[in-house]
């Protein structure tokens, strides 16, 4: 078995390696790195922009609290058939290695595509817009609601004004960051991690001890808004739950940087993913326990409205200090882990070659982090419910493509079963694929334009790929 697997190991090194002199990625991150890049990733503007549409929508309390635990219930099950394959095939690439070992290199080539628009580069414009969102708490010039120009409308609108240039003045610094090396980076990231953890439970706690909340909020449903039958609405908001949840497979994707990645990814991404889980459901009873569901419906900022009603104005001036903080460390994340994906295409030929040029100082891949920052300012312009569609449907696409190579792996040979998959194999991946499929499905009908979006940027891949590939 082992030496089964250390072929593996051969096989992947010779599919990333180069003629290229660049200096080697070194394994430098441990289990606490690994899995703060998870928790990072995985907190961001999801759970504190959705919970106001669930209660329209579900119109129950207990509902709500039911689609975040389903929700979290099946990003363990991709995080544990991702820590499965992340055993088999440490490298760096997440699901870029998954997919062109499963399917092929097109297959690969077209999930590196949307991992750099859709996966990182649209994520992290969107918590930098959210962090200008609370910063407009204190600045109204940041404000999103005071945009200067509007070009366009609807999906294919633009946006320019105060919290676009705030946005890419945070984007800008952390890119600038990256190309210095990812131990300073992971130092710095440890801490915003762990601050934005600290205010995450400082918050849930305080508001329980000491805020101006009643427990009668659970037991008052609402009236529902939505045009659909319960059991559909209730599928069509996991999708959005899911959405926030978009981040646990963070730690594969600098896997060729982890110390024993055997034992660290596996602990990674199942403890990054219950922290979180336990997280936000803590965030959740406190925004049920601070407002009524009917004052919560179509709210936004529902971690700025529960600050204020538990505490007053001078509680929501400092949650939206603290969280304008914490959102950074989701942003510092994505911009450590989105250019190892490029750099493992691209010392396989499946991206620009400038994408693999390793500094050969700081050993890090700086043309890559530079042209995602780019990118990502780029999508700035991007109004925020459009961006949030579009991460969703092309996310999910490539995620349910990987759990599903697991099915194919598992009949070759060598092949590493990970006990917490093997555990009434196949429930544990199969679970993701339906949930997965069911929110292609719903986000097609429910969000056509930008789900179309997503669907060509994947199509335009392909196409590129056939276009550029050495015949």
């Not at 335009?460 to 550029?468: D, N, R, W």
């Amino acid at each position: 078995m082992e030496r089964a697997r250390v072929g593996i190991r051969i096989k992947i090194h010779d599919m990333a390696s180069s003629p290229s002199t660049s200096p080697p990625l070194l394994r430098q991150l441990g289990l606490v790195s690994a899995a703060a890049l998870v928790v990072s990733n995985m907190i961001g503007a999801g759970i504190f922009g959705t919970t106001g549409f669930m209660a329209a929508a579900l119109g129950d309390a207990w509902l709500i609290l039911a689609a975040w635990t389903v929700g979290g219930l099946f990003a363990m099950a991709g995080a544990f058939s991702y820590s499965e394959l992340g055993v088999n095939l440490p490298s760096s690439g997440g699901e870029y290695v998954y997919l062109t070992r499963a399917y092929g290199p097109m297959w690969g080539y077209m999930t590196g595509w949307a991992s750099f628009f859709a996966g990182f580069s649209a994520p992290i414009a969107t918590a930098a817009l959210i962090f200008s969102s609370y910063l407009g708490y204190f600045f109204p010039v940041l404000d999103p609601a005071r945009t200067a120009i509007v070009i366009g409308s609807g999906a294919f609108s633009l946006r320019l004004g105060g919290a676009q240039l705030g946005a890419a003045a945070l984007i800008a610094a952390f890119t600038l960051l990256n190309c210095f090396g990812v131990a300073r980076v992971a130092r710095i990231q440890n801490f915003l991690t762990a601050l934005k953890v600290l205010v995450i439970v400082v918050f849930v706690a305080s508001g329980f001890a000491y805020g101006s909340g009643s427990w009668d909020h659970f037991s008052q449903p609402t009236t529902r808004e939505a045009p659909n039958a319960l059991a559909v609405a209730f599928v069509i908001q996991l999708f959005f739950v899911m959405v926030g949840y978009s981040g646990w497979n963070a730690a594969t994707y600098v896997a060729e940087e982890l110390k024993q990645p055997e034992k660290t990814l596996p602990a990674a991404l199942a403890l990054g993913s219950g922290l979180v889980l336990a997280l936000y459901l803590g965030l959740n009873l406190v925004f049920i326990y601070s407002t009524p569901l009917d004052e919560l419906k179509g709210v936004v900022a529902v971690g700025m409205v529960s600050a204020q009603n538990l505490f007053g104005d001078a509680g929501a001036a400092v949650f939206s200090g603290l969280m304008a903080v914490s959102i950074m460390s989701t942003v510092n994340a994505m911009v450590t882990i989105g250019p190892r994906v490029y750099y493992a295409m691209a010392q396989n030929g499946a991206f620009p070659a400038a994408a693999a040029r390793v500094h050969p100082r700081f050993r890090t891949p700086i043309v890559a982090i530079v042209s995602q920052g780019v990118c990502a300012i780029l999508m700035t312009l991007t109004p925020i419910p459009d961006l949030f569609v579009f991460i969703g449907f092309s996310l999910t696409f490539f995620s349910v493509l990987a759990v599903a190579s697991v099915f194919r792996f598992r009949r070759r040979p060598g092949w590493q079963r990970l006990r917490a998959v093997d555990f009434c194999f196949p429930l544990v991946p199969a679970a993701y694929i339906v949930v997965g499929a069911g929110m292609i499905v719903y986000g097609m009908i429910f969000a056509p334009v930008v789900s179309v979006a997503a669907l060509a940027t994947i199509g335009l891949g392909g196409a590129v790929y056939h276009l550029t590939k050495v015949k």
